[in-house]
């Protein structure tokens, strides 16, 4: 897959969770500038799950099957909107905490989809 988009999708969850994590900390709920943030990680995500559903049609193999690539490429794409819905219900700081920790799901579901997807796949 694109290692370039990997990375940049791991910085920007981190990136994500370490803004969102410091509002919790100053007892802040999320706020729209917070939501616009998702927005913009949550376009990377389906930018990779359109090109890696793209990679699958023209015969590209993840070393680890390709019925589990493409479940952690969907549960990556759902982990930071699902976050931000749970945040929308809960208006305190914890749901700033929920959306920290999705993204930081994220930054690791990337992870595991560079080792799914291995070099042989490219």
Not at 12 to 32: E, M
Not at 37 to 64: C, F, N, S, W
């Amino acid at each position: 897959m694109l290692d370039a988009l990997t990375v940049a999708i791991g910085v920007a969850a981190l990136a994500l969770a370490a803004w969102c994590g410091h509002a919790a900390w100053r007892d802040q709920p999320t706020k729209d500038w917070h939501f616009i943030g998702m927005a913009v990680v949550t376009v990377l995500v389906l930018a990779q799950l359109v090109i890696g559903l793209v990679m699958l049609a023209r015969g590209g193999k993840p070393d680890e099957g390709t019925v589990i690539f493409v479940a952690y490429l969907v549960g990556a794409f759902a982990a930071v909107p699902a976050a931000g819905m749970l945040s929308l219900t809960e208006r305190t700081k914890w749901g700033s905490v929920t959306v920290a920790a999705g993204a930081v799901v994220l930054a690791v579901l990337e992870v595991r989809l560079y080792d799914i997807w291995g070099t042989t796949g490219a």
